[in-house]
T-cell receptor, first 115, second 112 residues
Framework: GNSVTQMEGPVTLSEEAFLTINCTYT??????LFWYVQYPGEGLQLLLK?????DKGSNKGFEATYRKETTSFHLEKGSVQVSDSAVYFC??????????????FGKGTLLTVNP | NAGVTQTPKFQVLKTGQSMTLQCAQD?????MSWYRQDPGMGLRLIHY???????DQGEVPNGYNVSRSTTEDFPLRLLSAAPSQTSVYFC???????????FGPGTRLTVL
């Protein structure tokens, strides 16, 4: 079956530090990959996505590249801000096996950015 | 557009009680789903629907029922609440496969 594994948190950084949150996946078909962000007390929001190998998704200074050879979709940001403090979820939507409409999520990584 | 709305925001039930969590979207999305979020578990799919009149089970469907009589609404029913159903419930919708899912603000449910 499909699965997503992301680095466990919590991750604590100082403002302007470099961020990497690792995400690897297992899928039976040709997945689309997503990063969602959840701010305290809110629902999830799409941060970025990539739909095929070597695609780079980017938004709000965050980037992630779809690496089929390593089955990875690591999230990076060059300089984090206090407002980036949130829980980040890696997810996949798989074309194969009749699961077109299902998102499989990782367990989430809590990021705290200190001033 | 209001997007995806969920009611109530908070609910406390006693074991054995039943209730319905409401979810509505005004984006004319075909696909809707229910997830539960538990600490250290990420989000797990309960039930989903690919259109009015069509529903299917997700990863953790036991103890929950759904129906989809209209495109806009996708209620989740707890038949006989159990403490294991204490969780935060999110409803989501999207235009279809591979499209961004839009999430509601969540319902925090506690079962005593």
């Amino acid at each position: 079956g499909n699965s997503v594994t992301q680095m466990e948190g919590p991750v604590t950084l100082s403002e302007e530090a470099f961020l990497t949150i690792n995400c690897t996946y297992t899928a039976t078909g040709y997945p689309s990959l997503f990063w969602y962000v959840q701010y305290p007390g809110e629902g999830l929001q799409l941060l970025l996505k990539a739909t095929k190998a070597d695609d780079k998704g980017s938004n709000k200074g965050f980037e992630a590249t779809y690496r089929k050879e390593t089955t990875s979709f690591h999230l990076e940001k060059g300089s984090v801000q206090v407002s980036d403090s949130a829980v980040y979820f890696c997810a996949l939507s798989d074309q194969g096996g009749g699961s077109n409409y299902k998102l499989t999520f990782g367990k989430g990584t809590l990021l705290t950015v200190n001033p | 557009n209001a997007g995806v709305t969920q009611t109530p925001k908070f609910q406390v039930l006693k074991t054995g009680q039943s209730m319905t969590l409401q979810c509505a979207q005004d984006m004319n999305h075909e696909y809707m789903s229910w997830y539960r979020q538990d600490p250290g578990m990420g989000l797990r799919l309960i039930h989903y629907s690919v259109g009015a009149g069509i529903t299917d089970q997700g990863e953790v469907p036991n103890g929950y029922n759904v129906s989809r009589s209209t495109t806009e609404d996708f209620p989740l029913r707890l038949l006989s609440a159990a403490p294991s159903q204490t969780s935060v419930y999110f409803c989501a919708s999207s235009r279809g496969s591979y499209n961004e899912q839009f999430f509601g603000p969540g319902t925090r449910l506690t079962v005593l």
